[in-house]
Nanobody, 121 residues
Framework: QVTLVESGGTSVQAGDSLTLSCTASPGHINSMGWFRQSPGKSREFVAVIGWITGDIVYAEDAKGRFTISRDYAKRTSSLRLSGLKPEDTAVYSC????????????????WGQGTQVTVSA
């Protein structure tokens, strides 16, 4: 069993940047992904990084604005959000899986509690 703990969510202004972090407890995982869910919308994929390989895949909306990274030794993944827009307002969650996949969320075995990001115009 792996526990994930996110941090970094807060309220910001449009155009600001923010870094979210997710720390995993000891245990085997193969990749860590980030998802988000806005009020009234379905959960959507943001980015995923291979835990050992460092391979990365971004959602189209995330390319160029968001950056995912990981510190293998610290068992931490970070998601840097830049050029934030009001439509980026959502609960951002990290998740870990034994495979490397972007979708569906059910392929992810472990989830963090989520962290709220609110972007004001």
């Amino acid at each position: 069993q792996v526990t994930l703990v996110e941090s970094g969510g807060t309220s910001v202004q449009a155009g600001d940047s923010l870094t979210l972090s997710c720390t995993a407890s000891p245990g085997h995982i193969n990749s860590m992904g980030w998802f988000r869910q806005s009020p009234g919308k379905s959960r959507e994929f943001v980015a995923v990084i291979g835990w050992i390989t460092g391979d990365i895949v971004y959602a189209e909306d995330a390319k160029g604005r968001f950056t995912i990274s990981r510190d293998y030794a610290k068992r931490t993944s970070s998601l840097r959000l830049s050029g934030l827009k009001p439509e980026d307002t959502a609960v951002y969650s990290c998740a870990a899986t034994y495979s490397f996949t972007t979708w569906p969320p059910s392929q992810y075995h472990y989830w963090g509690q989520g962290t709220q990001v609110t972007v004001s115009a």
